[in-house]
């Protein structure tokens, strides 16, 4: 096989959660980019939108989630594309601040986190990608929807794999578009219009509105979550599930084997 063969068929087991949406960004090299920067724009507003779109009720499924998914004291749990720590937040609960890292590719997100959760939880910058983490550290690892901003699912879970323990299991948590011709309008008409003009009401900065206007395009032509338990399974993980609420709110969870150093 050739080396241009041999990258051909690499790009082949590559899938982009969804397609490129050029309307936000031109060209799809521009992606990472724009929403690094769409995400330092609006990270001062972002805690206070999910507070007003969603009723609160975030914190209380995000700490379920995580007894859910064994969360116990003592673990050592890695956040990835922790934003402002919403996620950790609830894992502080169970765990002291010394057992969490946070990682995430957004400054602004970053500069939130760091001074919601204190100098001893680090935050790091890195991507769901390229993960600034030693092997084998993790017992639990969490990313609160944010998958559908990765580049490649099964380069991220190839990551996901190397950072775990063996044994460790990951929690992705994510909204899903519902498969209901009815539950999938009322979805739309929340996320696409309500959800974006609750957020032009109460963020501080224009861009919180794009940013969910743009949260509601990328659910909208994510891959069905089957793809999603495929590609976890052919990263090496066992055990593979999802459990969905409502229809929408997913949290697929899978595990590292044991004797997978």
């Known amino acids: ?40 724009d609006t990270a001062m507003d972002y805690d206070r939108i999910l507070q007003y779109a969603f009723f609160g009720t975030g914190n209380f499924y995000r700490r379920r989630a995580l007894r859910f998914a064994g969360l116990k004291p003592g673990m050592k749990l890695l956040d990835v594309a922790c934003g402002t720590g919403v996620v950790t937040v609830q894992a502080l609960h169970t765990l002291e601040p010394e057992d ?63 950072v775990l323990k063996p044994g460790g299991k990951v929690m992705l948590l994510e909204i899903s578009r519902p498969k209901g011709r009815v539950s999938r309008f009322f979805t739309r008409l929340y996320m696409r219009d309500l959800v974006p003009l609750i957020s032009r009401i109460v963020a501080r900065r224009e861009r919180g509105h794009t940013l969910m206007r743009y949260f509601w395009e990328s659910i909208d032509q994510c891959v069905p979550p089957q793809t999603i338990l495929d590609a976890l399974e052919s990263c090496g993980f066992k055990d593979v599930s999802r459990r969905a609420e409502l229809g929408i709110f997913s949290a697929y969870i899978a595990t590292k084997p044991e004797g997978n150093d």
Not at 29 to 34: F, S
Not at 137 to 145: R, V
């Open 1 to 40: 096989m050739t080396e241009q063969q041999s990258l051909s068929a690499a790009d082949a087991t590559r899938t982009q959660p969804h397609g490129d949406l050029t309307a936000y960004y031109g060209e799809p090299e521009n992606r990472k980019e724009y929403l690094r920067e769409l995400f330092d």
């Open 100 to 162: 969490i890292v946070c990682v995430d590719p957004s400054p602004g997100m970053r500069k939130v986190a760091s001074e919601k959760l204190g100098e001893r939880t680090p935050v790091l910058e890195g991507s769901a990608e390229h993960l600034p983490v030693e092997d084998n550290q993790f017992d639990l690892l969490t990313m609160g929807y944010a998958l559908r901003h990765v580049t490649s699912l099964e380069d991220a879970f190839t990551e996901y794999f190397r």
